[in-house]
């Protein structure tokens, strides 16, 4: 039996009326990941042991939550406590964290089997896992193209049915990206609605933990084991989580779409924009209604977010210092040379680059120029969605201005890679939850529509999404490999 | 305004990251790039806003950031924590010397 075809909920079902065993669905899983990963290379490490170990307990003591049993990928910038942590950093290749993210032991309460942990961009920096220190991931529908990233293992995983489903981290579009490259669905959820205790610091404004599935449901039920008020995060917020699988419901009858206009624009490639007007018409179809719409200061969008996310990521990446855990240089005879010799064969060119871009902006002389500027900008920029919202349920933009792009093609060009986070990263300035689903194929590469919604407004978004999956079934398309 | 290679090594040195001398000029370049780019913002309007330094530091009381009791708890895993150093001795970190002889 294909187990690893199959979404979460259906494993779910086929779990708990015994029709499949867990330690049947962990081996099968496995021997998915034996057959394709040698290809893919989504993950860094796999945890088999630990997983079957985990499924056989299941299988004699019985189910625990509403996905317990099925098997999920994890990023490698999520500290699971005992099971390396890397970041794809040599800095940190060898580390193991004392502790599980407050994710994980989330996962672990509802009986979810983690089976590995998942490639990324070197921190958490990039748009198609090539900063990797480790390996590039390929895109399972095209392997001369990449998964996008920074969650590219974890998107592709899915997509290759190497995981039923997986968690990333966005902090400028790092799941809603790579969903939109490899076909699957991706939520950003609000700032603030998952916890980020044990999700290893990029940008601490932005970074926000979320779900990569197979499709809209699968997404809505692992929010409701990830999403909790945890006191460990101090950003994490105390408000009730709603049962989202109430909100998957087929209904935008009377639901408002705002498009920007400074998303379909200049940038956008033609078959994309093509594929969201599509996409508009079905809303169109099914009783919504949609108009464009101007947030003029999505413009400054990118510009802001290249100088608040490299200010914040210089800060929290000083603590690789190599004294307390990670890779210490043998070149040293003094502290500040051991620092300067750690840190420089320690981090790649990309996290070298964001390191002098945040500490030139944080510095004398240039911080109310650079950051004190950009964070009035952000507040413009939040400002333009909260009026949107005024008059509107939900924004929609394509994903990315293009489909996965080929591997080496911008690689040397940084400015180029940061245009491809251009319809996400405004997101994440204005803290608002996002999410990219499936809406087509561009040269049978999958296309991304995204949807914008207002900060703690998960359940609009899932019913929305959910609407148009059911509409158009676009996810029910697979890479063939 | 443009990014010298002495800027580029002032700045590294700021973040304690050692860069050979390819790395200044090719980052010296880079950087001019990037922040020609996000020089935009300066077209921006920012006359009384005021910075948003957290999305969750407005929008009502109930999604504000909470507050709670700051109150230490003891961590079990101190072992765990050590077992990670570069290099450790009687449950401390090891460092090297830190007067050396080049200036700090």
């Known amino acids: 039996m294909n187990l690893h075809k199959l979404t979460a909920h259906e494993l779910a079902d086929k779990l708990r009326s015994k029709e499949i065993g867990c330690v049947e669905l962990i081996n099968d899983i496995y021997s998915r990941i034996d057959a394709v990963e040698g290809k893919i290379g989504a993950f860094n490490c796999l945890t088999k042991d630990a997983a079957l170990k985990k499924a056989k307990e299941l299988d004699d003591k019985g189910l625990n939550g509403e996905l317990s049993g099925v098997p999920i990928a994890l990023k490698d910038n999520i500290c699971t406590d005992g099971v390396k942590t890397t970041c794809s950093s040599k800095i940190l290749k060898d580390f193991i964290p004392p502790y599980n993210a407050t994710v994980v032991e989330l996962l672990q309460n509802e009986g979810m089997i983690p089976v590995g942990k998942t490639n990324l961009d070197e921190f958490a920096m990039g748009s198609s896992t090539e900063n990797s220190a480790f390996k590039t991931t390929k895109n399972p529908w095209d392997i001369q193209r990449v998964p996008g990233g920074s969650s590219g293992g974890s998107a592709a995983a899915v997509a290759a049915d190497e995981a039923s489903l997986a968690l990333g981290s966005d902090t400028g579009g790092s799941i809603r990206q790579p969903a939109s490259f490899c076909g699957v669905v991706g939520l950003k959820p609000t700032y603030g609605r998952v916890s980020r205790y044990g999700l290893i610091a990029f940008a601490s404004s932005l970074d926000q933990i979320g779900p990569l599935t197979k499709d809209v449901t699968d997404a809505a039920l692992l929010m409701n084991v990830i999403a909790k008020y945890d006191r460990r995060d101090s950003t994490s917020a105390n408000v009730d989580t709603p049962d989202y699988k109430k909100s998957l419901i087929k209904d935008v009858k009377g639901l408002k779409i705002a498009v920007p206009k400074e998303l379909m624009g200049e940038g956008i490639e033609e078959n994309t924009k093509k594929a969201i007007l599509e996409a508009l018409k079905v809303y169109e179809k099914m009783g919504a209604t949609f108009k464009e719409v101007s947030l003029p200061s999505l413009k400054f969008a990118l510009a802001t977010y290249y100088i608040i996310a490299p200010a914040e990521a210089s800060s929290n990446l000083s603590r690789y210092d190599g004294v307390h855990y990670g890779h210490r240089s043998e070149k040293q005879n003094d502290l500040l040379n051991m620092y300067l010799s750690t840190r420089s064969e320690g981090f790649g060119p990309e996290v070298k680059r964001r390191i002098i871009i945040g500490t030139y902006a944080l510095s004398s002389g240039y911080y109310d120029a650079y950051y004190l500027k950009a964070q009035k900008v952000r507040t413009l920029i939040k400002q333009d969605f909260d009026d949107t919202f005024k008059d509107f349920d939900v924004v929609m933009s394509p994903t990315c201005p293009s489909p996965a792009f080929k591997i080496g093609e911008k690689v040397s060009d940084p400015l180029s890679m940061y245009l491809s986070d251009i319809a996400t990263i405004p997101i994440n300035l204005a803290g608002i939850p996002a999410i990219s689903i499936p809406c087509g194929f561009d040269n049978d590469l999958p296309v991304g529509l995204q949807i914008m919604g207002k900060a703690f407004d998960e359940e609009t978004l899932f019913r929305a999404a959910f609407s148009y999956e059911q509409e158009t079934q676009w996810n029910k398309r697979k890479p063939e490999l | ?104």
């Open chain 2, 1 to 104: 305004m443009s990014i010298s290679k002495d800027t580029v090594e002032y700045t590294a040195k700021l973040a304690r990251l050692g860069l050979s001398e390819d790395e200044k000029t090719l980052y010296a370049k880079q950087l001019n790039d990037i922040l020609g780019y996000v020089d935009v913002i300066n077209s921006a309007d920012t006359k009384n806003i005021s910075p948003t330094a957290s999305t969750r530091l407005s929008g009502g009381k109930e999604k504000t950031t909470p507050m709670r009791q700051d109150k230490a708890v003891q961590f079990e895993g101190i072992k765990k924590i050590i077992g990670n150093a570069p290099e450790q001795e009687d449950n401390m970190f090891r460092v090297p010397k830190i007067m050396g002889d080049e200036e700090q």
